[in-house]
């Protein structure tokens, strides 16, 4: 993982850390850094521009810093309103700890980290020697795409929604899973994984590992989906473009971003310049004469797919009704009575994939008595008010 940013959604917040407080040791795995940062630099073909210092942390420390960092990054109105509309929405269970729940699912996976900030690397202090260099060519291949890149920018979220942050933490953490990847079959004196059909081995590796971590800190499969998605299908989209011109390729997605997890999940439509995306501004959505935009993001397909599968829907099912996916935008709103209340707008390719959308979200009417939902030709308007 890389950097701590202040991202809209706390899950994806905490998938760009930025931890501080150096735990002093007598001897420290970080004098592999050097050798690290050569390795990646050969594998991704960027020198680096200058050395990374590396620092050493324990878990209690890195918890502390977690907590402190998202109280200083993100208001508790915001989380809290992220929170009623996950649960409004089932994406997550309501009786489930938003804030809690998602800390101690990333302490749980914690390997190492690239501050972008301070330009430093981070390394976990209880993980065994053996496994320090290549998790050091990973996050030290984020290190290369800040000082080519500069990840602060690439990660802005003051004019970034959290769907386009989702697919560039994709294409940032793909990048590096590829790196990897490659440095442990030249280990192997295997090729590159550009030349295998897939990368399927991989992805499913990642979800075993995580899923058995993941199932002690008894979180939601919605947030662990949310969480491993830059990593799994982010090395599915960065493997498609290997294919298609090498880490190259990588440097052109860098200076043409994909920006919506659809551009991650149907690489082809990427590769073949479909990157252009609808944006639905709040102004053209009807919020009353005295309502007041509490929070405001977009979606996307992939959350929409992740949302379908917490209803109850099959994987499958859940694919489909999210694939005709074009543009959204949820709002929480104050409504006139000061009651928080949610609207959000949908469109689709087609009216009959509106429709199939509309039927399938119609399974929140079940739960929740303030859900009216409504669809004119291709677009479909959800509201919930008040939202509880």
């Known amino acids: 993982m890389s950097k701590f940013y202040a991202a809209k959604y706390l899950y994806l917040l905490l998938t760009f850390l930025l931890l501080t407080g150096p735990l002093p040791i007598a001897a420290s795995p970080c004098t592999l850094t050097d050798a690290a940062f050569r390795d990646a630099s050969g594998i991704r073909g960027l020198a680096g521009k200058t050395q ?70 981070v390394m976990a202090s209880w993980l065994p020697e053996s496994l320090q260099h290549g ?103 960065v493997h498609v473009l290997l294919k298609s011109g090498g880490y190259e390729a990588l440097d052109g997605a860098f200076a ?16 073949q310049g479909e990157t252009s995306r609808v944006i639905i501004p709040e102004e053209q959505m009807t919020t009353g004469k005295n309502s007041e935009v509490l929070l405001s993001d977009e979606v996307g397909e992939y959350t929409v797919r992740v949302m379908f599968e917490a209803l109850g829907y099959t994987e499958k099912r859940a694919t489909s009704f999210a694939e005709g996916w074009v543009a959204d935008r949820i709002l929480v709103l104050k409504n006139d009575r000061g009651q928080p209340e949610l609207l959000w707008k949908s469109l689709w390719k087609s009216s ?6 509309c039927s399938a979200l119609s399974v929140l009417k079940k739960h929740d008595k303030n859900v009216s939902i409504s669809k004119q030709n291709q677009a479909v308007i959800l509201k919930i008010n008040p939202l509880e």
């Open 256 to 271: 043409n971003p994909p920006n919506s997890s659809r551009d991650i999940l149907h690489p082809h439509l990427y590769l």
């Open 352 to 357: 009959q994939e509106a429709q199939e959308f």
């Open 52 to 121: 990374v210092p590396c620092l050493l942390y324990n878990k209690k420390k890195i918890r502390q810093h977690l907590l402190e960092i998202v109280d200083t990054k993100i208001s508790p109105e915001k989380i809290r309103y992220e929170e009623m509309y996950f649960k409004a929405l089932g994406i997550i269970p309501r009786d489930y700890n938003y804030k809690d729940g998602v800390i101690n699912l990333y302490v749980s996976q914690l390997g190492g980290y690239y501050d972008a900030e301070r330009n430093h690397y």
């Open 135 to 237: 998790i050091a060519v990973h996050e030290l291949t984020h290190a290369l795409q800040d000082q080519y890149y500069n990840l602060d920018s690439f990660m802005d979220v003051t004019t970034l929604s959290s769907d386009t942050l989702l697919a560039h933490s994709a294409l940032v953490e793909g990048d590096a899973s590829a790196v990897m990847a490659d440095y442990v079959r030249r280990l192997e004196r295997k090729p590159g994984i550009e030349t295998a059909d897939d990368v399927e081995a991989l992805v499913s590796q990642t979800i075993m590992g995580t899923s058995m971590i993941a199932e002690q800190s008894k979180a939601p499969k919605s947030l662990l989906s949310l969480m491993l998605f830059p990593y799994t299908s982010g090395l599915r989209f």
